[in-house]
């Protein structure tokens, strides 16, 4: 399982959504309009004596309005921003998750046929590491 699966996994149990519903890993479909989708963007390999990785998530939020979605971006950065010692899924674990930044808006989408939505975003810079027993 990639961290992206594990994260994602993690997200579904905070209820922030359910993936493939309404979350989404990788990508951004044009349906349903609101929604969470979830990518990694960066971040750095681990280090040479610890295994610890420290990937970068992008959390997209799409919601009708403005308002509507920099409110559940801000939600869910304060879900996880300064968190320490969390496990993931299928054996991640997550010794600090930082956001880079407020959330904020970063547009709009407008899919064709759908009405047009807000898009706001917030960047999430973990520390994780799998345990040894899972293959990392």
Known sequence: MTMLQAFGEWLEAAEVGTLGVDLFLGERPASPAALVAVTQVGGEDADV???VVHPI?????RAETSEEA???AESLRERLHQRENFALS??????LALSLRPAQLCGR???EGELPAALAEVEVRMSVRQSLASGF
Do not use: A, I, K
């Open 90 to 95: 299928d054996g991640w674990w997550c010794y």
């Open 109 to 111: 989408s407008t899919p």
């Open 70 to 72: 920099l409110e559940l």
């Open 57 to 61: 998530f992008r959390c997209v939020v």
């Open 49 to 51: 004596y610890l295994p």
